[in-house]
């Protein structure tokens, strides 16, 4: 019973999305499938993580094959809170994304958009829930070739040109991993996390090195680290608010959760990794500096987005428990809160009718109390000012940092309070320029609609601004969550024995 | 393992070519230089599987097989870069037909950055952006 709930958040999108093709003729069919598929996904979620954190790891072995042939689903606390935030993002982004269709369109119209998005929804569960490295790359396919549809949707001239960087960036990572995996296989005749763990201490370390350095090159193309962000700011902004947002909070994540579970259970470091530590700190900086440059403000949350990446890897980095404690908090609050910015932005687009900041008539706060209050709790969030849950999660990281072995470590945390500050300082120009001032009256676009604001999308906004609010309120269980999920993944010989079963 | 020199030079070749295309501004050899690099990368897997060997099926003896699992692999990997070649050139063709060629562009916004400073010769502070205001 308990190993058909691992199965469902990657099967039940998977099925639902051939329904919602199935239905496309029938008016709402489409979006109650949706709907459902996601909110079961919720819930299927939420009890997994209850029974993760109660019971243990549960592992679900396909087809019955004993490992490490054939394909094992886990689930551990890490993976369940993945799974969790990333539900509530993917719900809250749909309503979000059906009250802009609706808006625009109308009820009757059928969209494409359904099944693609369902599709990415399985792509990301399954990668939150895989158990070796080929599913991996499957269940990364499965999200990026969804993703290359959603991006290309309502082609334009702008759109090709972003998303032939976006395709082709995607696709080299993608070969890139499949010579990691052929790489991987050759020297140890296996691609079950577990068993790879146990397998790969045998190994030379040099090429045990080489390899961990490979895979941290070619998810580091998925998750944008500097300097292998550069497909990121120029493909995202252009893709409609909604899909800009589900984008930015899962897929790069998704590339964050595999670093932290690859090099944790196969590579097994023991000490601080100075390598991924300079690249958390390039990437922080880069970032942030990239993101003051910006004029366009999707352009500018999408290097945010590509600095605060790094405030992730810092904390995997340093491979301590209070360091990987701090990267889980961190993963989990920035996947609701960069969603959330992009959704408010897109609704700042939509009024005014602009994304420029130059073009940006300003007096959003005196027109949109609401949306102002919403942008001003979701960039305080992103700054980590306290008491909300970047704080928390940033404090956590800046502990880690500051009782790491390597000065290294103090060297980062001090690189991350500046690049809070510039994230800060990137945020409020944003706040001055478009909520300040009296403004006049937006003019909107011809492509970007009537400029009128749902209530849903005003809502699903919202919910993912509470989202993060409500993590600062509960921050002591989260807390206490991420950290028994850190005290695990650390701990590779039971993960191993959970997997392989009972030989340690 | 024993490895096979000849299987290891083809490979090193295709890489080598497959990278080369996949630098060029032409979307058409980009893509070209993809489908050589998925060739080579499906290719590796087999290398990786070991020598070959007798069909692994049901009922014969396990030594003498060859490593099944990589071909199962390999498989996958053929399907879904089949699917995502298929959409490139279907970008392709709409990009020619959108831009008028299939060169990979700069990104437009961030050649007007660069060359912001030049052109404008206010101050890029806050205030000075906002020069739409009456």
Same mark, same amino acid.
């Given at each position: 019973?308990?190993?058909?709930?691992?199965?469902?958040?990657?099967?039940?999108?998977?099925?639902?999305?051939?329904?919602?093709?199935?239905?496309?003729?029938?008016?709402?069919?489409?979006?109650?499938?949706?709907?459902?598929?996601?909110?079961?996904?919720?819930?299927?979620?939420?009890?997994?993580?209850?029974?993760?954190?109660?019971?243990?790891?549960?592992?679900?072995?396909?087809?019955?094959?004993?490992?490490?042939?054939?394909?094992?689903?886990?689930?551990?606390?890490?993976?369940?809170?993945?799974?969790?935030?990333?539900?509530?993002?993917?719900?809250?982004?749909?309503?979000?994304?059906?009250?802009?269709?609706?808006?625009?369109?109308?009820?009757?119209?059928?969209?494409?958009?359904?099944?693609?998005?369902?599709?990415?929804?399985?792509?990301?569960?399954?990668?939150?829930?895989?158990?070796?490295?080929?599913?991996?790359?499957?269940?990364?396919?499965?999200?990026?070739?969804?993703?290359?549809?959603?991006?290309?949707?309502?082609?334009?001239?702008?759109?090709?040109?972003?998303?032939?960087?976006?395709?082709?960036?995607?696709?080299?990572?993608?070969?890139?991993?499949?010579?990691?995996?052929?790489?991987?296989?050759?020297?140890?005749?296996?691609?079950?996390?577990?068993?790879?763990?146990?397998?790969?201490?045998?190994?030379?370390?040099?090429?045990?090195?080489?390899?961990?350095?490979?895979?941290?090159?070619?998810?580091?193309?998925?998750?944008?680290?500097?300097?292998?962000?550069?497909?990121?700011?120029?493909?995202?902004?252009?893709?409609?608010?909604?899909?800009?947002?589900?984008?930015?909070?899962?897929?790069?994540?998704?590339?964050?959760?595999?670093?932290?579970?690859?090099?944790?259970?196969?590579?097994?470091?023991?000490?601080?990794?100075?390598?991924?530590?300079?690249?958390?700190?390039?990437?922080?900086?880069?970032?942030?500096?990239?993101?003051?440059?910006?004029?366009?403000?999707?352009?500018?949350?999408?290097?945010?987005?590509?600095?605060?990446?790094?405030?992730?890897?810092?904390?995997?980095?340093?491979?301590?428990?209070?360091?990987?404690?701090?990267?889980?908090?961190?993963?989990?609050?920035?996947?609701?809160?960069?969603?959330?910015?992009?959704?408010?932005?897109?609704?700042?687009?939509?009024?005014?009718?602009?994304?420029?900041?130059?073009?940006?008539?300003?007096?959003?706060?005196?027109?949109?109390?609401?949306?102002?209050?919403?942008?001003?709790?979701?960039?305080?969030?992103?700054?980590?000012?306290?008491?909300?849950?970047?704080?928390?999660?940033?404090?956590?990281?800046?502990?880690?940092?500051?009782?790491?072995?390597?000065?290294?470590?103090?060297?980062?945390?001090?690189?991350?309070?500046?690049?809070?500050?510039?994230?800060?300082?990137?945020?409020?120009?944003?706040?001055?320029?478009?909520?300040?001032?009296?403004?006049?009256?937006?003019?909107?676009?011809?492509?970007?609609?009537?400029?009128?604001?749902?209530?849903?999308?005003?809502?699903?906004?919202?919910?993912?601004?509470?989202?993060?609010?409500?993590?600062?309120?509960?921050?002591?269980?989260?807390?206490?969550?991420?950290?028994?999920?850190?005290?695990?993944?650390?701990?590779?010989?039971?993960?191993?024995?959970?997997?392989?079963?009972?030989?340690? | 393992? *024993?490895?096979?020199?000849?299987?290891?030079?083809?490979?090193? !070749? #295709?890489?080598? &070519?497959?990278?080369? %295309? +996949?630098?060029?501004?032409?979307?058409?050899?980009?893509?070209?230089?993809?489908?050589?690099?998925?060739?080579?990368?499906?290719?590796?897997?087999?290398?990786?599987?070991?020598?070959?060997?007798?069909?692994?099926?049901?009922?014969?003896?396990?030594?003498?097989?060859?490593? *099944?699992?990589?071909?199962?692999?390999?498989?996958?990997?053929? !399907? #879904?870069?089949? &699917?995502?070649?298929? %959409? +490139?050139?279907?970008?392709?063709?709409?990009?020619?037909?959108?831009?008028?060629?299939?060169?990979?562009?700069?990104?437009?916004?961030?050649?007007?950055?660069?060359?912001?400073?030049?052109?404008?010769?206010?101050?890029?502070?806050?205030?000075?952006?906002?020069?739409?205001? *009456?």
């Amino acid at each position: 019973m308990t190993g058909l709930l691992v199965a469902l958040p990657a099967l039940l999108p998977l099925l639902a999305a051939g329904l919602s093709l199935l239905v496309s003729r029938i008016r709402h069919a489409q979006r109650v499938v949706s709907g459902v598929a996601l909110s079961a996904v919720l819930v299927d979620a939420a009890i997994l993580l209850w029974i993760v954190d109660s019971h243990g790891a549960v592992v679900l072995r396909l087809g019955g094959y004993p490992p490490p042939a054939g394909i094992t689903l886990v689930a551990d606390r890490l993976s369940a809170l993945m799974l969790l935030v990333s539900a509530v993002v993917t719900v809250v982004v749909m309503l979000y994304a059906l009250g802009q269709r609706v808006t625009d369109h109308g009820r009757t119209a059928t969209t494409s958009f359904h099944p693609v998005y369902l599709v990415l929804t399985a792509g990301v569960m399954l990668a939150y829930l895989t158990g070796d490295l080929f599913t991996l790359f499957v269940a990364f396919e499965l999200m990026l070739t969804a993703s290359y549809v959603l991006i290309t949707r309502g082609v334009t001239a702008d759109r090709v040109r972003a998303a032939m960087t976006y395709v082709i960036t995607g696709l080299t990572s993608t070969l890139l991993l499949i010579t990691l995996i052929a790489l991987v296989y050759a020297a140890t005749g296996t691609v079950n996390l577990a068993d790879l763990g146990a397998k790969l201490s045998d190994v030379d370390p040099a090429l045990r090195g080489a390899l961990s350095l490979l895979f941290v090159t070619v998810i580091g193309i998925k998750a944008a680290v500097v300097p292998l962000h550069f497909w990121l700011p120029d493909s995202y902004p252009t893709a409609p608010a909604p899909i800009t947002a589900v984008f930015a909070g899962l897929l790069t994540k998704v590339g964050v959760y595999a670093l932290i579970r690859v090099q944790t259970a196969v590579f097994a470091h023991q000490d601080a990794w100075h390598v991924l530590l300079v690249a958390a700190l390039i990437t922080m900086l880069l970032g942030a500096l990239g993101a003051v440059a910006q004029d366009d403000v999707n352009r500018m949350l999408s290097f945010l987005l590509v600095s605060h990446i790094g405030f992730m890897l810092f904390g995997l980095g340093l491979f301590s428990e209070a360091g990987l404690t701090g990267a889980i908090l961190y993963a989990l609050h920035h996947i609701t809160v960069q969603a959330g910015l992009f959704l408010v932005l897109g609704l700042v687009a939509r009024h005014t009718g602009a994304t420029s900041l130059r073009r940006m008539p300003g007096g959003v706060a005196r027109q949109r109390p609401l949306l102002a209050v919403l942008f001003a709790t979701g960039a305080a969030n992103l700054a980590g000012l306290p008491p909300l849950s970047g704080f928390l999660a940033k404090v956590t990281l800046l502990r880690g940092g500051a009782v790491s072995d390597t000065e290294l470590g103090v060297v980062l945390a001090g690189a991350a309070v500046v690049t809070s500050f510039v994230t800060l300082y990137a945020l409020a120009r944003v706040w001055v320029i478009a909520f300040w001032g009296t403004g006049r009256e937006g003019s909107a676009d011809a492509d970007r609609s009537s400029g009128e604001l749902a209530p849903v999308m005003t809502t699903a906004c919202a919910v993912l601004i509470g989202v993060g609010v409500a993590m600062a309120a509960f921050a002591g269980p989260l807390s206490a969550v991420a950290d028994r999920a850190a005290t695990h993944v650390l701990d590779v010989t039971s993960y191993r024995s959970a997997v392989l079963g009972g030989e340690p | 393992m *024993p490895i096979n020199i000849t299987l290891v030079v083809v490979l090193a !070749v #295709i890489y080598a &070519a497959g990278f080369y %295309l +996949l630098m060029q501004r032409s979307l058409m050899r980009v893509l070209l230089g993809i489908v050589l690099v998925g060739h080579g990368a499906n290719l590796f897997l087999q290398a990786a599987g070991g020598p070959a060997g007798e069909p692994a099926k049901v009922g014969k003896a396990l030594g003498a097989a060859s490593d *099944p699992l990589p071909q199962a692999m390999a498989l996958t990997a053929i !399907v #879904i870069t089949f &699917a995502v070649t298929v %959409l +490139l050139l279907a970008l392709a063709y709409r990009s020619s037909v959108l831009l008028k060629d299939d060169e990979v562009q700069d990104d437009v916004e961030d050649r007007r950055l660069r060359r912001a400073p030049e052109t404008e010769d206010e101050p890029a502070s806050v205030i000075s952006l906002r020069e739409g205001e *009456p």
